[in-house]
């Protein structure tokens, strides 16, 4: 059996679809034109165990596969049709909170852990810098070692979650150069003194998810709260871009899996204000928008059963890219072939297929643009490069 066969799946997908669109759908259309991000439903969210299906039950987690946990999610982004709200709350799992689990020492892992998954604490991830983009040779944000504790200095910008987060991974420079050991990865607690939330940016999409900037002005973090070992940067930045490329994407299948149902009902029960033309011509384009789904899917899913087997992500590198180059593309191409067959009127904001639109923009961007998977994708293939 395939994991995509997995008959549970489909269950799991469905109850948490029914949580979704009960708990969590609400006023997304205005939240969505507001740019609004609300804390009250992210508590929501993770008092329904959101924020731990696939977290160990010490840590207030579910223990759920990484297969079961796609397929909620799954059932989630096809409940609460909120792309920013849920990418917010992937962001998160996959993000910061996976790493941890996998690569933080027990202090840090028992100090956040547990009041991240239970929604108290907002996690971040501080990566990206002005000047340096994806590139994780260019980070100048840096830390200097002082005693037992490091101290930070540096900016960091756009950082979903941000101004909300109260932790953050932070990716410093503790050396020198494009040497694979020159960066450090350290859980920075926001609250405390040095740390602020800067500038917060506007966005087209992903609207109800907060965008904004980390400024470290001196800010003194435990040696216990390096994440690896100093020097092991690369590997914590390699092992969250696994997991995040891997299945940040549940919501695009999500979103498919709902757009398709409402074009079959639409085909059947055509109303006045959103007949589409001719649906014996329609019959090729809508079996592609099937298609894309259905192979969205498959990938998603085998990938997460091999993650469910073997969590050690640097096996899984080249699919994970594969994966998310993959659906990404063909997400995008689903909403906009999606708003080609309702026509004009799924331009207006009553639509939810152009909300879906908007949200999918970012999707071949972060975690990786296309250009960057598609080189690494090649170079682990053994193309020779000029590095």
Known sequence: MQPWQDPRLDEIRERYRLLADQELAGDRQARDASGRYDPALWKRAATAGLLG???????????????????????????????????????QLFGVQTTLCFMAGDEVK???LPPAIAGDLTLAYGFTEPQGGSDAFLIATRAEQDGDEWVLNGRKVLVTNSPEADVALV???????????????FVVDLRGGGAEHGQEFGKVGLRTVRMGELVFSDVRVPASHVVGRIGSGLRVITESTNWERAFLLATALGQMRRVLADLVELSHH????????DFDRTSGPVADLVW???LCRMVTYDLAGRFDIHTATNTHMQDAAIAKLFV???????????????????????EEVQQHMRDGLASTI????????????????????DG
């Open 53 to 91: 299906l696939c977290m160990p039950a010490e840590y207030g987690g579910q223990g759920m596969s990484v297969s079961h946990t796609v397929a909620a999610y799954e059932g989630i982004a096809e409940g609460c049709p909120d792309g920013g709200f849920v990418y917010g709350l992937l962001s």
């Open 110 to 112: 028992s100090t956040f």
């Open 171 to 185: 990716f410093a420079r503790t050396g020198e150069g494009r040497s694979p050991f020159a960066l450090s990865a």
């Open 270 to 277: 055509p109303r006045p204000e959103r007949r589409i033309a």
């Open 292 to 294: 894309r789904y259905k």
């Open 328 to 350: 990404s593309e063909n997400y995008q191409r689903f909403m906009y072939d999606a708003m080609g067959l309702l026509g004009m009127g799924s331009v207006t904001f009553d």
């Open 366 to 385: 972060y975690s990786g643009t296309s250009e960057t998977l598609r080189k690494t994708i090649a170079k682990m293939e053994g193309l020779a490069g």
